[in-house]
Every structure is written in structure tokens, then in C-alpha cells.
């Protein structure tokens, strides 16, 4: 897995990325809310350079294909740790969950994959009480609504 100095840019989009790939579907609608939220305008990207952080995740996803999503999840994985300590900035953290939690919900169906992404973050960064639950509720809403 490729590293990115802390606190960058990169640092910050690609675990935005593993987010949106924690339910093997990356939708229009994701990149779109992505895009409306001022992702690349947050983090500081170039155009497209969210893209090319998303495909050199896929990239090490697939040279690492022996990780399954349980074990990337694990908040104590040795590469879960590794990709949030890049990110020790405060206010991007925040910026990161509440962008992974827009492409979440962005296609009205939250996974298990993104809550499970999120939940690790959240305890990583040792978040507020409560980040862990909301996708659990939105998963709820959308079960409920669908109904």
C-alpha cells in the first residue's frame, strides 16, 4: 500500500475512496454528491486528482487481494491503522466522515461495508459519540422507506 504524508490532500481522498468502495459499487450518484459537496475544493484537489487517488487504491487493493473487507475494517488491521494516522488534522477528519457519510447515502442505500468503514474511523479518531450510529440509522430510513 502506497503512503501519503500525513495530513495531505491524497492523505484525506483516499480514505474518502475506501469508503465509497467498502460496498464494492462505486454509483453516479456517490461522485455526484462527492462533487456538489466540494470535495476537491476541501481537500485542496486538482481536477480529477480524486480520481487518480481512488484508482491508485484500487490499484493496492488488488496487489494486497489476500485483505478481505472484514480485516480492512478491523479497527486494529495494521492497514486501517496505517491509512488514519495519515490523517491526524482534525478538521479533515471531520471533513472526511461527513463526505464519506454524504456518498453513503447518497444512492438511499447505506452498506454494511460503509458503516463498517466509518464505525473504524470513527473509533481510530476516536470520534464523538455517535458517528458510528448514524449510518446505522440512515440504513434503517432507507430500509424502512423502501418498504
Known amino acids: 500500500m502506497r503512503t501519503y504524508k500525513c495530513d495531505t490532500p491524497q492523505a484525506a481522498a483516499r480514505l474518502v475512496a475506501l469508503c465509497l468502495l467498502a460496498d464494492s459499487h462505486v454509483s453516479t450518484d456517490e461522485l455526484k454528491a462527492l462533487d456538489e459537496a466540494g470535495l476537491a ?4 484537489l486538482a481536477p480529477g486528482e480524486f480520481q487518480t487517488v481512488m484508482q491508485g487504491l484500487c490499484e493496492d487493493l488488488t496487489l494486497s487481494a489476500h485483505m478481505d473487507w472484514g480485516q480492512l475494517c478491523a ?4 492497514l486501517m491503522q ?11 477528519r471531520r471533513d472526511v466522515m461527513h463526505l464519506c457519510k454524504i456518498a453513503a447515502q447518497a444512492d ?10 466509518l464505525a473504524a474511523y470513527a473509533r481510530a479518531w476516536q470520534m464523538p459519540a455517535g458517528w458510528d450510529v448514524i449510518c446505522r440509522k440512515c440504513a434503517e430510513a432507507t430500509t ?4
Open 75 to 78: 479497527p486494529n488491521s495494521e
Open 41 to 44: 475544493e476541501k481537500f485542496g
Open 108 to 117: 438511499n442505500h447505506v452498506s454494511e461495508g460503509e458503516s463498517a468503514v
Open 144 to 147: 424502512s422507506a423502501a418498504s
Open 82 to 92: 496505517q491509512l488514519v494516522a495519515e490523517l491526524k488534522n482534525t478538521r479533515m
